[in-house]
């Protein structure tokens, strides 16, 4: 089983930036592919970025492309998500999540997280 916990959420006005980590519970998680998704209030879960076990492979959304960028430390057992120049429509819930290849789709995730509120105002 795998825990994982999203941090570094916030509020932050438009044009700005945050950092989201998300630690996992186990010292493998270098055997996992992990994602970032978010979900807007009234909004379905969507796909973000995802970044493949050895950080060798990423992809994203076309609406986060040259704005966010993924990367991993697997020896901290931790992936973040750097958030650059903002848009009030990034605001949602993010949630980290564990599988087993990099793909957009949810139900290729096995492992998530609770999520962390990014909030951008303009």
């Known amino acids: 089983q795998v825990q994982l916990v999203e941090s570094g959420g916030g509020l932050v006005q438009a044009g700005g930036s945050l950092r989201l980590s998300c630690a996992a519970s186990?010292?493998?998680?270098?055997?996992?592919?992990m994602g970032w998704f978010r979900q807007a209030p009234g909004k379905e879960r969507e796909f973000v970025s995802a970044?493949?076990?050895?950080?060798?492979?990423?992809d994203w959304a076309d609406s986060v492309k040259g704005r966010f960028t993924i990367s991993r430390d697997n020896a901290k057992n931790t992936v973040y998500l750097q958030m650059n120049s903002l848009k009030p429509e990034d605001t949602a819930v993010y949630y980290c999540?564990?599988?087993?290849?990099?793909?957009?789709?949810?139900?290729?995730?096995?492992?998530w997280g609770q999520g962390t509120q990014v909030t951008v105002s303009s």
């Open positions: 999540a564990a599988g087993m290849v990099v793909v957009a789709h949810q139900a290729a995730y096995n492992y």
């Open positions: 186990v010292r493998t998680l270098g055997t996992y592919a």
């Open positions: 970044i493949g076990r050895s950080g060798g492979r990423t």
